[in-house]
């Protein structure tokens, strides 16, 4: 039976402690398969010449090339906070009261048409690159018949499925349905390396869709090294053809978070910090309403927070310098 879109149905999340035999996993230095050692408490390379081991901590596997990724296993055994602070403070509980410095106006819709576009696949693999801290829903993709989604991060603080480098993404070739990498690839130091990981572990025709900032300040402190306008998000997806495309954070965010930011420039303390982007969010963060209006306008293009991209796995590169240039979408005045 192909998979149809059933509310009632709940979805499929691969918890950390589910069985490693059933994710497709593989080595991260030789692709390999990867295997239970003997001992349980690892993986192990099955490829001849190899046998590179990898631990499981608390039922995660730590897979990870330590001569490529900025983390390390080492870190992760010493201690396994990486970009996220762990426990629930008091600061994110009052932040959870506040109203929001940005607002998000693809997700609803861009999931609604991923599980248009995956109800004709048997029980749909869907990976998730960067799960993050929290708890995330996937809209009506979630609720697709059979759905299997598994999800991972360089973090343990928010339980993935596995922890990996999206730079060397420990699965087998042509092994997902879709990729969802939302607010990610300003984070990596190759974010065509990672786009070109997404592709290899997806099927034939297979979909892609992604998030990424233009206009936002940085976040994450030392874990935050680009930006993209919509022609150069597209291009980091030249081996996808398109499907959709817009604005996912709107101008009115920039507008709160230059504020915020412009605010922050005066003080260094933590505390602080803390009363500036809660003052910021309390005053002006009904700003971000205006939105979704906003995100329905050509001009809103050039100075968008960030843009959202939709696309089906292609065997060769359909976009090239012309196809950039082409691509604009804005007010130029230059002209």
């Avoid at 149809?4 to 230095?29: K, Q």
């Avoid at 608390?58 to 992760?76: K, M, Q, Y």
Wanted: charged letters at 25%; one cysteine or more.
């Amino acid at each position: 039976m192909h998979g149809h879109v059933r509310p009632s149905t709940r979805p499929m999340h691969v918890p950390a402690c589910m069985p490693i035999a059933n994710l497709p996993l593989r080595c991260v230095y030789c692709g390999g398969p990867l295997g239970p050692a003997p001992s349980g408490d690892r993986l192990r390379c099955a490829a001849a010449g190899c046998g590179r081991e990898y631990p499981i901590l608390d039922g995660t596997p730590i897979v990870l090339n330590d001569v490529r990724s900025v983390f390390s296993t080492a870190e992760f055994l010493a201690a396994p906070r990486t970009t996220y602070a762990g426990g629930q403070t008091w600061a994110k509980r009052i932040a959870g009261w506040l109203p929001s410095n940005s607002r998000n106006v693809c997700r609803t819709k861009a999931f609604r048409r991923l599980a248009e576009l995956l109800s004709r696949r048997e029980s749909p693999r869907v990976l998730v690159v960067g799960k993050g801290d929290g708890d995330l829903d996937y809209g009506d993709v979630d609720r697709l018949d059979g759905v299997r989604i598994v999800e991972v991060d360089v973090s343990l603080e928010g339980k993935p499925a596995v922890v990996c480098d999206a730079h060397d993404l420990p699965f087998e070739d042509a092994s997902f349905d879709l990729v969802v990498c939302e607010a990610v690839l300003e984070h990596v130091f190759d974010p065509a390396r990672c786009v070109a990981e997404m592709h290899r572990v997806l099927r034939p025709d297979a979909l892609v869709f992604a998030t990424t900032p233009f206009m936002q300040q940085v976040h994450m402190g030392p874990y935050d090294f680009f930006r993209f306008t919509r022609s150069g998000h597209r291009a980091l997806f030249g081996r996808f053809d398109e499907v959709d495309s817009g604005i996912a954070t709107g101008p009115a965010s920039v507008l709160v978070w230059s504020v915020e930011y412009f605010a922050l420039s005066w003080f260094e303390g933590v505390t602080a910090r803390r009363v500036v982007k809660a003052l910021t969010r309390l005053l002006l963060g009904w700003l971000t309403r205006l939105d979704p209006v906003l995100a329905r306008r050509r001009a809103a293009f050039d100075g968008a927070g960030g843009f959202y991209f939709i696309g089906r796995a292609a065997t060769t590169t359909n976009f090239g310098p012309r196809q950039a240039v082409a691509y604009y979408l804005g007010c130029d005045d230059t002209k």
